[in-house]
């Protein structure tokens, strides 16, 4: 069975601060997708990325970068100098594909709050 | 650009009444889905269709069905509403089986009294 794991409930950190939200997933497909969503307060989740598990590579887009390590089932997301903007919760996510459909099994989230 | 649109931000209603809580879509895309989002918890699939007509249980259907009798509308159904259904209700699409991100609304946060 699938399974996202975000142990991080809820993060505090000072604005500039750079912060990192862990996941951890389990799946015994071979081929899989993780995504990262933002959630800010206005509630609609919004894409941050997605990565596929034949690319290892680390990805840097602004201020996020994201570390995927299949060795350690992980997918960890980082942002350098934390904005209040940032505040929000966020989701990390695996897609299945199951047959002729596809699963997308989230995590629980993690709330993060930047203090100005 | 992607629209999804549920008709309510906030919705209150009473134990026992049959609720309708309304997704719309205007990217022609063939899957939608509800979800229900609760704190700790994250966001749990209710059920999803790939098609007109067509609709498949997901993770937590119990006490809830669904419509879809146009492709761009995808309705979920609290039969007999009750007070452990309150909770945020996110409706979500996405462009055929594919593994490109789904398309969220805003959601609706859903109260039973």
């Not at chain 1, 505090?12 to 899989?32: A, G, I, Q, W």
């Not at chain 1, 996510?93 to 709330?111: D, M, P, R, V, Y």
């Not at chain 2, 089986?97 to 969220?104: I, K, N």
Request: aromatic content about 12%; some cysteine; hydrophobic content about 35%.
């Amino acid at each position: 069975a699938q399974k996202v794991t975000q142990a991080q409930t809820e993060i505090s950190v000072v604005e500039k601060e750079d912060v990192t939200l862990d996941c951890v997933y389990e799946t015994r497909d071979t081929t899989y997708y993780l995504f990262w969503y933002k959630q800010p307060p206005s509630g609609e989740l919004v894409f941050l990325i997605r990565r596929n598990s034949f690319d290892e590579q680390n990805e840097i887009s602004g201020r996020y970068s994201w570390n995927f390590q299949k060795s350690t089932s992980s997918f960890n997301f980082t942002i350098t100098a934390s904005q209040v903007v940032d505040s929000a919760v966020y989701f990390c996510a695996l897609l299945q594909l199951t047959g002729a459909n596809s699963k997308l099994t989230f995590g629980k989230g993690i709330t993060l709050s930047v203090r100005p | 650009d992607v629209k999804v649109t549920q008709s309510s931000r906030y919705l209150v209603k009473r134990t026992g009444e049959k609720v309708f809580l309304e997704c719309v879509q205007d990217m022609d895309h063939e899957n939608m889905f509800w979800y229900r989002q609760d704190p700790g918890l994250g966001l749990r699939l209710i059920y999803f269709s790939y098609d007109v007509k067509m609709k498949e249980k997901g993770d937590i259907p119990e006490g809830y069905s669904v419509s879809r009798e146009k492709k761009e509308r995808f309705s979920l159904i609290l039969e007999s509403a009750s007070t452990n259904q309150t909770s945020m209700y996110l409706c979500a699409t996405l462009r055929d089986r594919g593994v490109q991100p789904q398309h969220f609304g805003d959601g609706t946060r859903l109260s039973i009294l």
